[in-house]
Structure formats: C-alpha cells, structure tokens
C-alpha cells in the first residue's frame, strides 16, 4: 500500500509531490506531459511560452518553492503597463495618462475618468482587506478576499460604458478567463490591484521558461510520475482509498493511505464519487473560463519597440495583451542579441471564438494585428505555436464565496489542491498543494502511531 496518490500533474499536484518526496507517494497525470496551464518550452537563450508566465515573491508559496526546489527567478524588468489602441503604441509613461494619448471622442475621456475614479476608490477598499492580518490564517484572508462584492458582476458595477472605456477595461479584467458580466465586481477590482501594482503582486519570472519549475520537480520524482494514466475513479475505504485509473489501455487500481485530489475542479467533481454531497455539488458549480494563447520566435538582429516592455494591453484586436517573453532576456544581457520570443493571450470571448479554428488560420489572425500594432513583426517569425485550453483558468463569479466553506472542508482521506481553491491562480495551486500535503502529513504520522499500524509493520512481524 503507498503512503500517497497524487492525482494530477499540475503545479498543484507537483507542488505537493515535492513535499511529500521522502513518503512512499505516487503521482498519476493523464496527459503525456506535467504541467497542466504551464507549458514553456526552450530556444535557445529564449522559450516559447502558452501559459503562466509571472509569479509571487516575497513571502509566497511560489518564491518558497522555487527557492526549495533551486528554480531560479528574476523580477521581471521593463515596463508591464504598455498599450496599443487606437492605432497608437504607448509603451512609457503615467498609466492614468494614457486614455489622454490615445484618440478617442471627449465623451469617451469623461467615461475614462468617471469609471476610473470609480475603480480607484474601489481598489482602494480591496488593498485594505487582501493582505493577510496577523495571527490570520490563508484559509481566512480567502474567504475575505472572496467576499469582497461577490454579490454581482463588475460589468453591474462599472454600468454602461462607451465603447472605447470598455475596450480599455476589458483586457485587465479578462485576464481572469471571464467576461465582465460573468466575473464578480470584487475579482475584477483585484485585477485592476495586481495590474496597478499595489500591495505587491506578480513580479517574478522564472529563469529559462516556467517549464523549468514543473519539469525539475518531475524528473527529481522520477519514475514515481506515471504519464498517460487518465483516473476513472476514487472510493474511500475504512483506512485507505483505492484509485482506479487506466495507463496504455489496460484497467489499473492503486491503494494508498491517502489522495491528494489535484486536478480541476470538473475531474474532480466526477472521479471522487464518495466525497460528501455537497462538496461534490460546490465542485460541479466552480466555473473555468477558455483561453487561447500562441507563442511566436523571430529572427531580427536590431533593437525594436518592444524590447523594454514586458506586457502590451491589446484592446480591440483577436488577443487582449501582448507578452514578450524574451524581456527577461533583454533585461540582463550586455549586448542586444538577435531574436525575441512573444506571446499572445486570447481569453473569455476571444478565446471562445477561436476554439473552433484551425491553428494556421489564428496564426494569421494574431499576425495581422500584431502587424498593425508592430508594422513588420510578421516577416521575422521563424516559429509560431497555438494552444487552446477549453477549460483553461477558474474565475470568480458571483456568489462564489458561498462555495469556498463547503470546497475547504476536510474530511477523509482525500484532501483537494487547485487554483480554483483561491484567486491568485499559481501561487493558489501551489499554496493549496503545500498544503493538502501538510494536511497528508499529518495524516499518515497518526496512522503510524496507531496501534493497528505497528502491529502490521514489518518491524513488528520481525519481531
């Protein structure tokens, strides 16, 4: 019997599979590859990169892990604050500048500062309440966090907006994977807090491409990762829990003292039959939003516009935001060297209506409009990929805090890891894999100090 089965080889999963390293543990993905939404891949100096892509510092789960696991990361340097719009590029300068640089009607700048100032006092009140209070625990901050005007959309809360204020919002408050009427008024005044910078947020790249992290803790777990092994089903016992799943065609079961539930919250919801009820209900409500990313490699040997930025919101165009991964590059090397690697993110609604494209012609699409927005960039691809994750990240949706007591509800011996736990996606996942396997832990030194326990180890059949 294994001490552990972790199910799910996510950032989740491989965050508490680090943890859990010296127990008797075993880790079962249905993909072919770990990682689930991080996915980079080396060229070179650079890498092409489809999902995540900044991270926590500072006192996080993430900078613990990275600094744990010898991931090296790097503030990431240059501006994340860029904007195309309009048929004008604004890459330096105030933020709440631009709407004044950009062309738009004298309606539109009023609609800008009133809105504006409306999210300003909101973002106000959010930074007062997200950081964690001292004696706190995470679990509590969430639920604040969480409460935070869940009780309707942010598109409820702005109100009609003219066109051209809407395209400006769009881009910062879809990063979630939700639409601004399907997103709650809270989660999208966070965002504008994470874009603003305030309280801190995400500001670290890993060195080489994210891939690094959850490629290095799978080959650290070596042959204890099993690939291409799709979990059909898990059932508790009296003191154990039996993981039925199925590996190159063939029927398998697995018994272990304990699961580390990581998968998203739709598997979840399926395969763990005998959860309690209303935890399999609360599951089975968490909604995931679709995203469509595409990673481009070029060739140019000169300096370009976007060399000192790092993110370009995008309103208007096929994609919402322009990400230039070879920034982190820039930012520390002495000469210029030839090449970049960028990537473009498509969420929500742009997501949605891509799905159903073949990858050459979104490639087009992204092409022509990152040619207006950078004239020329389209003759110096030398490699462009699409993925396209249907149920690509949980979003905040209102009334969501209703569900966050019955979701971190311990029971049992299956204990659930994910980003749909909390509302900081990565440093959610892994926070909440750190913490499954404590919990894991904890579990299986009791067990060892049971008296059924020692009467069946084989320390005591020697004896």
Same mark, same amino acid.
């Given at each position: 019997?294994?001490d552990?089965v972790?199910v799910?080889?996510?950032?989740?999963?491989?965050a508490?599979?680090w943890?859990?390293?010296h127990?008797?543990?075993?880790?079962?993905?249905?993909d072919?590859?770990v990682?689930g939404?991080?996915?980079?891949?080396?060229?070179?100096?650079?890498?092409l %990169?489809?999902?995540g892509?900044?991270?926590a510092?500072?006192?996080?789960?993430?900078a613990?892990?990275?600094g /744990?696991?010898?991931? /090296?990361?790097?503030?990431v340097p240059g501006s $994340?604050?860029?904007?195309a719009? %309009?048929? #004008?590029?604004?890459l330096?300068g105030?933020?709440e500048?631009?709407?004044f640089r950009?062309p738009m009607?004298?309606?539109?700048?009023?609609?800008v500062?009133k809105?504006?100032?409306?999210?300003?006092?909101a973002?106000?009140?959010?930074a007062?309440?997200?950081g964690l209070?001292p004696?706190?625990?995470?679990a509590?901050?969430q639920?604040?966090?969480y409460?935070?005007m869940n009780?309707?959309?942010?598109?409820?809360f702005?109100?009609d907006?003219?066109e /051209?204020?809407e395209?400006?919002?769009k881009?910062?408050?879809?990063r979630?994977?939700?639409d601004?009427?399907?997103i709650?008024?809270g989660?999208g005044?966070?965002?504008f807090?994470?874009?603003?910078g305030i309280?801190?947020?995400l500001? !670290?790249?890993?060195?080489?491409?994210?891939?690094?992290?959850?490629g290095s803790?799978?080959?650290?777990l070596? *042959?204890r990762v099993?690939?291409?092994a799709?979990?059909?089903?898990?059932?508790?016992?009296?003191n154990s829990?039996?993981?039925?799943?199925?590996? *190159?065609?063939?029927?398998?079961?697995?018994?272990?003292?304990s699961?580390?539930?990581? #998968?998203?919250? #739709?598997?979840?919801h399926?395969?763990?039959?005998?959860?309690d009820?209303d935890?399999r !209900?609360?599951l089975?409500?968490v909604?995931y939003?679709?995203h469509?990313s595409a990673a481009?490699?070029?060739?140019?040997?000169?300096r370009?516009?976007w060399d000192?930025?790092?993110?370009?919101a995008?309103?208007?165009?096929?994609?919402?935001? $322009?990400? %230039?991964?070879?920034?982190?590059v820039?930012?520390y090397e !002495?000469?210029?060297?030839p090449?970049?690697s960028?990537m473009?993110?498509?969420?929500a609604?742009l997501?949605?209506?891509?799905l *159903?494209r073949d990858d050459?012609?979104?490639i087009?699409t992204? $092409?022509?409009?990152?040619d207006?927005?950078l004239?020329?960039?389209? *003759?110096?691809v030398?490699?462009s990929q699409?993925h396209?994750?249907? @149920?690509?990240?949980?979003?905040?949706?209102?009334g969501?805090?209703?569900l966050?007591?019955?979701?971190?509800?311990?029971g049992?011996?299956?204990?659930?890891?994910g980003?749909?736990?909390?509302s $900081?996606?990565?440093?959610?996942a892994?926070? #909440?894999?750190?913490?499954?396997a !404590?919990?894991?832990?904890?579990?299986?030194? @009791?067990?060892?100090?049971?008296?059924?326990h020692?009467?069946l180890?084989?320390?005591?059949?020697a %004896?």
């Amino acid at each position: 019997m294994k001490d552990v089965v972790i199910v799910g080889g996510g950032i989740a999963g491989l965050a508490a599979g680090w943890r859990l390293r010296h127990w008797d543990t075993v880790l079962l993905e249905s993909d072919e590859r770990v990682g689930g939404r991080i996915r980079s891949e080396r060229r070179g100096p650079y890498w092409l %990169n489809w999902g995540g892509h900044v991270y926590a510092g500072g006192n996080s789960s993430t900078a613990w892990l990275l600094g /744990d696991t010898g991931v /090296d990361s790097v503030a990431v340097p240059g501006s $994340l604050t860029g904007l195309a719009m %309009n048929g #004008t590029l604004l890459l330096n300068g105030r933020v709440e500048g631009y709407p004044f640089r950009v062309p738009m009607s004298m309606s539109s700048r009023i609609g800008v500062l009133k809105s504006g100032a409306k999210v300003g006092l909101a973002v106000a009140k959010y930074a007062k309440i997200v950081g964690l209070r001292p004696g706190e625990d995470e679990a509590t901050r969430q639920q604040r966090v969480y409460d935070f005007m869940n009780d309707r959309s942010f598109a409820d809360f702005v109100g009609d907006l003219p066109e /051209d204020v809407e395209a400006l919002f769009k881009p910062t408050v879809t990063r979630s994977s939700g639409d601004m009427d399907q997103i709650s008024a809270g989660a999208g005044v966070g965002y504008f807090s994470l874009v603003w910078g305030i309280g801190g947020g995400l500001t !670290q790249s890993i060195v080489g491409g994210p891939s690094t992290l959850t490629g290095s803790i799978a080959a650290a777990l070596g *042959d204890r990762v099993q690939l291409g092994a799709a979990v059909e089903e898990i059932v508790h016992k009296k003191n154990s829990v039996v993981v039925r799943y199925r590996q *190159d065609g063939i029927e398998k079961e697995v018994e272990a003292r304990s699961v580390v539930l990581a #998968t998203p919250a #739709t598997v979840s919801h399926k395969i763990a039959v005998d959860l309690d009820s209303d935890i399999r !209900q609360a599951l089975s409500e968490v909604k995931y939003g679709t995203h469509v990313s595409a990673a481009f490699l070029t060739n140019e040997t000169e300096r370009q516009v976007w060399d000192n930025s790092y993110a370009i919101a995008t309103p208007k165009r096929s994609f919402n935001v $322009l990400l %230039n991964m070879s920034n982190i590059v820039r930012g520390y090397e !002495q000469e210029r060297q030839p090449g970049s690697s960028l990537m473009t993110f498509s969420p929500a609604s742009l997501g949605r209506s891509l799905l *159903d494209r073949d990858d050459d012609e979104i490639i087009k699409t992204y $092409l022509d409009d990152l040619d207006d927005i950078l004239p020329g960039f389209a *003759d110096t691809v030398v490699e462009s990929q699409v993925h396209k994750f249907p @149920t690509g990240a949980p979003y905040c949706f209102p009334g969501r805090a209703k569900l966050q007591p019955t979701l971190t509800r311990r029971g049992g011996r299956v204990f659930l890891a994910g980003d749909y736990l909390g509302s $900081l996606y990565t440093e959610s996942a892994i926070g #909440t894999g750190l913490t499954a396997a !404590q919990e894991v832990q904890s579990l299986l030194a @009791t067990d060892r100090q049971s008296p059924a326990h020692r009467l069946l180890s084989p320390v005591s059949a020697a %004896n």
